[in-house]
């Protein structure tokens, strides 16, 4: 490792990059069950950048769908840079996220250590919570792609902690206000009972209460719920505006319920957190989502020439479990930004960790979703957020934006 260079830290909440000398290992071998296709295989074998990602991505683990996606985005930002983040060459290095947040700080460590990465990444918030912890103790630079828990970037802010997806607060708060302010005066909540849930519900009836509007109930929905029997006492309640914080087959089920039971044609309007109509969501659900609004820092149709790029090249380059091009999602969007800021801060400052922590705080960042930054005080990302509508074309449903809320940032308290 170079004698200036620290170990930095990216999260996916996160990839890895870190500055090594001539005495570098190779890139850390792609597993067979994700291996890279044709279009995207052939990183520098001496990179002088490695990145290390710490995802699920190994068939057994927790959400190694999107630990897949992140990876996948990592690997396709370099290949379509060249074989390089911000003008040198780069490799990766691979360890497999866990759910068990101090496994995840020994994995963060052999990242370090043993590939003398510089920048690592996470999903999870147990595991975003713990390492941003060594993060912080090392002054190891840690950019979050995934774990949303509000407290990670609030209580827990740090100088050398980013997170380039959001927090629960900022994709619920404001779609609450929003909701208030186009006429959802009394809303039920329902979620998960997990923090992602909580936090989103809470901060859906603290948006809705700030423009007038009340929520008439707050429920957690157990995971693998009798989702009939959920939607059932939600149509069972006068409220006719309904939020519903789920995600992944949480979200497929309880959007499935809803269709069955006719909860549109009996007049009940249902918002919820971008989750709840993810693209793989989506693509299960399809007409059974249509009308339901949601907010997020990305949509389909948000971006510029740079968003359809990936949306073009990252289908053609991957398949899906099922043998079909894989969808560009949230997931994907969040490491391909987080490595577009890394990039930009290398390319400015180097791969020292105090330069380089201090580039990515001060950057402005033109990402696929559209131009974000990193709040001075949090180091949360400050984005837009998309009001989104499931809409139905030629069979196949998709997140519209309805409107935009420009800039927003976590309070960070």
Request: hydrophobic share 50%; charged share 15%.
């Amino acid at each position: 490792m170079k004698a200036l260079s620290r170990p930095i830290l990216v999260a996916t909440v996160a990839a890895l990059v870190s500055a090594c000398g001539a005495g570098t290992a190779s890139p850390a071998a792609s597993p067979a069950a994700t291996a890279p296709s044709p279009a995207v295989a052939g990183a520098s074998a001496s990179p002088s950048i490695t990145i290390g990602l710490l995802v699920p991505f190994t068939e057994s683990a927790i959400n190694s769908d999107r630990g897949v996606a992140q990876r996948r985005a990592a690997e396709l930002y370099v290949a379509q840079h060249g074989g390089t983040v911000g003008g040198q060459t780069a490799g990766f290095a691979y360890e497999d996220e866990s759910i068990n947040g101090q496994l995840d700080v020994t994995k963060a460590q052999e990242l370090v250590q043993q590939h003398a990465v510089a920048v690592l990444g996470l999903l999870g918030d147990d595991g975003a919570t713990a390492v941003r912890a060594y993060a912080d103790s090392t002054k190891v630079p840690l950019l979050i792609t995934g774990a949303s828990g509000d407290s990670i970037t609030r209580a827990a802010a740090s100088p050398y902690v980013f997170r380039a997806s959001y927090s629960n607060w900022q994709l619920s708060e404001p779609l609450g206000e929003w909701a208030a302010r186009k006429g959802a005066a009394k809303v039920y909540l329902v979620h998960a009972p997990d923090t992602f849930g909580t936090e989103s519900a809470a901060a859906f009836a603290a948006g809705l209460g700030k423009a007038g509007g009340t929520a008439t109930a707050n429920v957690a929905a157990q995971p693998g719920a009798d989702w009939a029997k959920v939607v059932a006492a939600v149509k069972a309640q006068p409220a006719k505006a309904v939020f519903a914080a789920f995600e992944g087959a949480d979200a497929v089920s309880f959007l499935t319920a809803w269709a069955e039971a006719g909860m549109s044609a009996a007049g009940y309007s249902l918002y919820g957190p971008g989750t709840l109509t993810d693209t793989t969501v989506l693509a299960s659900v399809k007409d059974a989502a249509a009308g339901v609004t949601t907010s997020m820092f990305w949509a389909d149709s948000a971006g510029g020439a740079d968003l359809r790029a990936l949306m073009a090249a990252f289908p053609k380059a991957y398949l899906d479990d099922a043998g079909n091009p894989a969808p560009v999602t949230a997931d994907v969007v969040a490491m391909w930004d987080a490595m577009t800021a890394l990039g930009q801060a290398v390319q400015a400052a180097g791969t020292g960790s105090d330069a380089l922590a201090k580039a990515v705080a001060a950057e402005t960042v033109a990402g696929v979703r559209g131009s974000f930054a990193f709040d001075p005080a949090t180091h949360n990302v400050v984005q837009d957020i998309y009001i989104r509508k499931v809409v139905l074309s030629a069979g196949a449903a998709s997140n519209a934006i309805v409107d935009t809320v420009p800039q927003v940032a976590d309070p960070g308290h």
